[in-house]
């Protein structure tokens, strides 16, 4: 009698521990799928965040590329075509500028010398300009610009850019430069000297 009292009432805690530990499992198994339902929509997110940063990355690809070609050929008179190479490492973007010229791909601080850099860095300063919204300013302070690109000729078409984009774009450029052909293509030019005292400002525009 004894045994089966014992064995009874073992046998209600066997049954009372199942029905716990079913109980447990239930609310287990909905957290799962909970949590299953978080994954999904994290899933989705993650490729929706993807496709809006590809689609973000390739526009300012192209315009970067079209603006930045665009100003070094109206300087060289020469086909090149201005790329921004991208790499994917580690769940990071990497880039890099080269430009082509025939199917011929250079990477300009080796390969090109640090003229066309002059270019490259300009019009890229202003394409960032161009992009940011809104914008902080319509005027840019450069000192010593172009002065890679050499005289003559090329430093026309540099400086005739630079017209270009001031007129176009309503900016004002404040340039510091020990370059005559620059200061002459000026709207305003002055010249800064020193009498052995004090340093002497007088406009030597030639307009």
């Known amino acids: ?95 890099f500028p080269i430009v082509l010229e025939n199917e011929n791909e250079y990477v300009p601080s080796e390969d090109m010398g640090v003229g066309i850099l002059d270019i490259i860095s300009f019009a890229f ?6 992009l940011h919204s809104p914008r902080p300013r319509n005027f840019f302070l450069l000192d010593e610009p172009m002065k890679f690109i050499g005289k003559g000729e090329l430093l026309e078409r540099a400086v005739s850019m630079i017209r270009e984009i001031s007129e176009r774009m309503d900016l004002q450029f404040i340039i510091v430069t020990h370059e005559p052909q620059i200061a002459e293509n000026a709207d305003k030019a002055y010249g800064i000297s020193h009498n052995g005292k004090h340093s002497v400002i007088s406009d030597i525009s030639t307009s």
């Open 1 to 95: 009698m004894n045994n089966f009292k014992l064995l009874s009432d073992q046998y209600q805690e066997l049954r009372t521990e199942i029905k716990l530990l079913k109980g447990d499992m239930n609310s287990k198994t909905e957290k799962i799928e909970l949590l299953k339902a978080k994954q999904e929509k994290y899933i989705k997110a993650r490729y929706v965040l993807n496709e809006v940063s590809k689609n973000t990355q390739k526009r300012f690809k192209e315009r970067v590329e079209t603006l930045i070609t665009l100003a070094i050929r109206s300087v060289f008179e020469r086909p090149f075509e201005f790329k921004i190479k991208m790499e994917m490492s580690r769940n990071k973007f990497s880039c």
């Open 125 to 130: 300063r202003i394409v960032m300009w161009s």
